[in-house]
């Protein structure tokens, strides 16, 4: 399997939901990464595990809550969410060999959430 | 602080022409720059990376320290090359930084 999967495909939620998106690989892959991305716009990095530990959280806001339960899934819980974070967020993982560089992302389809 | 720059938002050329996508990049250290694509309705994926100096689907791409340059070129464009293409750059701490991206279309 060389695929990273995410679900759901589409989510709408009001913004006194909670929801969460999840992602999912099975390439042996030990680092795992949440992209948000706006229409016509480049992915920007959110979060950033490595070895299941957060490595990086690119200063997102609070109501975005992303875990690790293990090497293969990752999880972005979402809460009190605000109409501007309507976008598709993207996950995607990578080998990472322990050196600062990332190596070739494999990403997935992505989750297009929309907040009324 | 790393940074990618990507001048053109759009480009368009003919069937059979060459192509060339302009990257820039500003990074203190060695970074490794990719290209990473993204045709309609499919997911990013990557085209090609430096490290790597191969030809994929035609396209070439040579970093160029001196001009801190990442462009990337094909000697025929085809249709089926119509597409976002990002360039991205790696440096510190496994970040992956990406370009504004251009949208490239092929005309028959």
């Known amino acids: 399997d060389t695929e990273v999967t995410q679900t759901p495909k589409h989510l709408v939620m009001g913004m006194t939901n909670k929801k969460s998106l999840k992602c999912e690989q099975h390439?042996?892959?030990?680092?795992m990464y949440w992209y948000k991305q706006k229409a016509k716009k480049p992915p920007e990095l959110m979060f950033v595990y490595s070895y299941e530990k957060l490595s990086i959280n690119e200063s997102v806001p609070s109501r975005f809550s992303p875990e690790c339960p293990n090497s293969s899934l990752l999880n972005l819980h979402l809460h009190a969410l605000q109409p501007e974070d309507s976008a598709l967020y993207l996950c995607a993982s990578s080998q990472d060999g322990g050196g600062a560089n990332t190596g070739e992302l494999f990403f997935g389809e992505g989750s297009r959430l929309t907040v009324l | 602080a790393q940074r990618v720059t990507q001048p053109e938002k759009l480009l368009s050329v003919f069937k059979g022409a060459p192509v060339e996508l302009k990257c820039n990049y500003s990074?203190?250290?060695?970074?490794?720059l990719f290209w990473y694509v993204q045709y309609s309705r499919q997911r990013l994926q990557l085209l090609l990376r430096?490290?790597s100096r191969e030809s994929i689907k035609g396209f070439t791409a040579d970093l160029n320290k001196g001009e801190t340059s990442f462009h990337l070129k094909k000697p025929f464009a085809q249709e089926e090359d119509s597409a976002m293409y990002y360039c991205a750059l790696s440096g510190s701490a496994r970040q992956l930084t990406f370009g504004s991206g251009t949208q490239l279309t092929v005309l028959p």
């Open positions: 430096h490290i």
């Open positions: 390439m042996g892959h030990r680092a």
């Open positions: 990074y203190s250290g060695s970074p490794e």
